[in-house]
């Protein structure tokens, strides 16, 4: 059996978990992850070309298929048996394979639509192991599922709610030798136990990393590890390539903002950056730190030569893909959903791509009410015990897509410092008379404007740096007291 995935954490998480679960059923195993840089997104021909050399009775996609239908003809071809496990959109064309599990087919009775590919792949899992009649207990694969399923900011409801729960709770307990050395590296402690927030800022762009600069078969390595010496050497090679990918996305980031500054586009409705040489592994992270810094649909477009490829990201409830649509005489081709989009495109076509792009988000600006207004719904006073606080949120996890947690006002805190750390502010407080620390994403300009005493909303979450009752606020809105 060939399991192939594609390179990003949903991808990679899911083929760990059918990898393992089918070994452990007695089946013979050859993990195959996609690479961005050697065919791209899901199973392209060069990944056919893999899959068929490797000679299998059966191949099972995650996390894509469902729009590989000639890949899967030229498999069938091949004699090979396809099974397809996915939970993106459904194109018209059929996929002629034994089995095609996505929850968005039209003909799909099953009433959660939400599941990531991850937690499809435990339920083929649980499937093979009811049909097998065998004992094999799932619960050890659910740190996966909630890696997974949180990395690809799947909703955090319906039956989502209780796998990424328990998945957290797996976390917690460190069995997988993987996991452990993932946290010595990237600082957690995992016995005080993690939230969705640590997986998705801490453990996913871990994860993700290897496959924004090359293969990401590392990542995969590091998941399925028993030996704890060998999975060391795996979360060390990931940790250097999530040092490059920093590296490689500051650069990218600066020459964007140099742009837009030159050409005064933030003052247009959108905003279109190119460069010679971007490297196509970050330039979605640098879309999205425009679009956050700017409250702009961004288009960043690295450049090989002639022609470009680039990511599209945007404010909330932005409709980008019908954007794009509009633009789409100014582009090579385009795909993805309304909140996220990739395009390829003519390095002679960025200016006219600009304009166009320009003219049509006049027209695709997000309804009333859908922005994030920053709101805050809790009030933490004098009275207070932050650390008690962080205990009683932790209740509400799993908190992230489609099940928020609690924003947090911090009136009158007195700032001790403020630092621009590498384009991030750090904010050193005293609250009630305790300190505490606060971060705010891509807000390090604003360290140099920063009070005596200021009005702060955001997350409270336990501060892992620091450990103990350390706690720390993840900054949504500051202003001056």
Known sequence: IVVFGDYDCDGITATAVLTEALRALGGEVVPLIASRFDGGYGLS????????????????????????????????AAGIDAIVIDHHLVPDEPLDVVAFLNPHRPDCGF???????????????AGVRTALDVAFDLRPLLDLVAIGTIADVAPLDGDNRPLVRAGLAMLQRALRPGIRALAEVAGLQLSAGLSADDVAFRIAPRLNAPGRLGPADIALSLLLARNPIEARGWAAQLERAQEKRRQLEREVLADALRQVEEQGLAEMPAIVVAG?????GVVGIVAGRLAERFAKPTIVVGLDGPMGRGSVRGPRGF????????????????????????VVVEAAQIERLRERFAEACRDCAPAPGTDDECAAEV??????????????????????EANPAPRIAIPN??????????????????VAGKPMSAFGLNMGPEAASVGKRVHLVGKLRRDTWRGGDAVEVRIERVENA
């Open 379 to 400: 009030l933490l006073d004098e009275a207070d015990s932050p650390s008690r606080v962080v205990n009683d949120l932790m209740l509400f996890e799993p908190c992230g």
């Open 45 to 76: 021909d060069a990944a056919a070309d893999r899959v068929i050399a490797a000679s299998p009775k059966l191949l099972i996609t995650c996390d894509c298929g469902s729009s590989d239908a000639p890949r899967l003809a030229r498999i069938k």
């Open 111 to 125: 009433p959660y639509k939400g599941l990531a590919s991850c937690g499809l792949a435990l339920s083929i899992a």
């Open 276 to 280: 010679q040489g971007w490297h196509q």
């Open 319 to 342: 409709r980008l893909h019908d954007a794009l649509t509009r633009s789409a005489d100014a582009l090579a081709s385009f795909g993805g959903h309304q909140a996220a989009a990739g």
């Open 413 to 430: 805190a007195v700032v001790r410092d403020a630092r621009d750390l590498k384009g991030h502010l750090k904010l050193f407080l005293e």
